[in-house]
């Protein structure tokens, strides 16, 4: 813990208490080393809270007029660092009651009148989930505007498909960077579901039973923002679901950014040869001197590692705790507060990254060329000509063996050759093999062709901007 968590005496709840607290169970039990980052929503939360106490005439326009000077001078010092963090008051909340009544006196006192840590620490929470929902949701948008710029100048590169990793049919490398579009629209879609279970107030919901103060919930609710108030007071001060739920969706985007990642790595490899990243998104090797390395999706990668252990953390963390609040729900706030860390870093560096990659067409135009990519077109056409599918697939089977053999394409085989294999195979069918082709016969609705692809990029601006 660094200098600024300075000791000092007096715990907040030492009234029934006969003993200092152990100086190692006071570190240990203590949160303000991570949870000061709750800071802004704390003082915020106090303030509705403040003024709902007021209105409620539980204090006068006196104290609530001190609480809120008290508490702005407050915000100034921890914006400028001067604010002096103490482990002896434990967390953000008494570090910050502690200061307001060295400033104000009793009305500083007054504050905790009708609240509990319990529900002034799930309401913060709650209040940072919701600014992360929103930050995650403009940063994907900047993602994908940057891949749309890229998939935009790519409607007609093509490149070999692939499953197994092994060369499938032709698609464009704009449909294949549009797939990503896909899966992190869902991510947005996902997130901003999400917001509508965030946006609950605990505030009012005391320790765990209420309080016996005419308090007015839907004041505080409509003053923080939030779509309404938590309907049962043991469940909003002791659920963390909103925690876990946001870092299972930030998981998924993980993944996505994660499998992307893993696609740059390959293409980026001399055995592919398909993409550049440019050189600030890479490092070298101190001892191999040739070597460009993709750090920057290799640690994408990485760091989805550490998501997917968030969640299974904060799982593990609320599975054996009997209502209400338990201190172990102090344990949220780390895995909380480094998902999001992560996940803004992440979207940042990469959308930036999206801006520096270009392409090799020709090596992946030569790819494609290998590996039969169109056998599945030739299938079709004989399908066209009255075969039944499996009685085609079986023909330019025997095709592919037969170029395999010879270690040519089925394109380079004599006419004559293929017509031994199949009568119905004739030079048109041949002609109509090349990858270019394949493309332009699948302009469907979410297919691979230049004209499907222009569509996608264009609905997926729309999209974004809707
Ligand atoms: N620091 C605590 C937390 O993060 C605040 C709530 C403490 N409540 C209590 N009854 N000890 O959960």
């Not at 809120?68 to 482990?87: A, M, N, P, R």
């Not at 704009?174 to 579009?181: P, Q, R, T, V």
């Not at 030079?427 to 297919?447: C, D, F, Q, T, V």
Request: charged share 25%; net charge negative.
């Amino acid at each position: 813990m660094s200098d600024k968590f300075k000791n000092s005496t007096l715990e907040a709840w030492s009234g029934r208490f006969s003993e200092p607290v152990n100086e190692l169970v006071k570190r240990y039990t203590a949160s303000v080393g991570f949870d000061y980052k709750l800071a802004e929503y704390d003082i915020q939360g106090s303030i509705a809270h403040a003024e709902m106490m007021s209105a409620q005439q539980i204090i006068s326009d006196e104290e609530l007029q001190g609480i809120k000077e008290g508490l702005s001078q407050i915000k100034t010092e921890i914006q400028s660092g001067d604010f002096k963090w103490s482990v002896d008051y434990e967390d953000v909340h008494l570090n910050i009651e502690y200061r307001l009544t060295e400033l104000i006196g009793d009305a500083g006192k007054k504050l905790h009148t009708a609240r509990s840590r319990n529900d002034q620490v799930a309401t913060d929470m709650r209040l940072y989930v919701r600014d992360q929902i929103d930050l995650a949701i403009k940063l994907i948008y900047q993602f994908q505007t940057n891949l749309l710029n890229l998939a935009d100048l790519h409607t007609r590169t093509v490149m070999p498909g692939l499953t197994h990793l092994q060369v499938a049919q032709p698609i464009t490398f704009a449909h294949h960077l549009m797939a990503y579009f896909e899966m992190t629209k869902r991510d947005v879609e996902r997130l901003k579901d999400l917001n509508k279970r965030v946006n609950q107030l605990p505030l009012g919901s005391g320790a765990l039973a209420g309080t016996t103060f005419s308090i007015d919930r839907l004041h505080v609710a409509k003053a923080l923002g939030f779509n309404g108030v938590c309907e049962n007071s043991l469940d909003a001060v002791s659920d963390r679901d909103f925690a876990i739920e946001y870092c299972m969706v930030a998981a998924l985007l993980m993944t996505h950014l994660s499998r992307l990642s893993e696609e740059l790595i390959l293409w980026m490899s001399p055995q592919f040869n398909f993409i550049e990243i440019a050189d600030r998104f890479c490092t070298g090797s101190s001892m191999m001197p040739q070597k460009k390395n993709p750090d920057v999706p290799e640690l994408v990668r990485g760091k989805t590692g550490r998501v997917n252990g968030h969640v299974v953390a904060l799982l593990t963390l609320m599975k054996g705790q009997p209502l209400a609040y338990n201190k172990d729900n102090q344990e949220d706030k780390e895995p909380l507060f480094d998902t999001a860390q992560t996940v803004h870093d992440t979207l940042v560096v990469f959308a930036d990254m999206l801006t520096g990659i270009s392409v090799n067409k020709d090596s992946m135009y030569a790819a494609t060329t290998k590996g039969f990519a169109t056998a599945t077109d030739m299938a079709d056409h004989l399908v066209r000509k009255g075969l039944p599918f499996r009685g085609a697939h079986e023909v330019v089977a025997k095709a592919v063996k037969s170029a395999s053999q010879k270690k040519c394409d089925i394109s380079d085989l004599s006419i004559k050759e293929l017509k031994l294999i199949c009568p119905l195979i004739d030079e048109k069918m041949i002609s109509l093999l090349s990858p270019e082709k394949a493309l332009e016969s699948r302009n469907h609705i979410g297919g691979t062709g230049s004209s499907a692809v222009k569509a996608a990029i264009s609905n997926g601006r729309k999209w974004i901007n809707s």
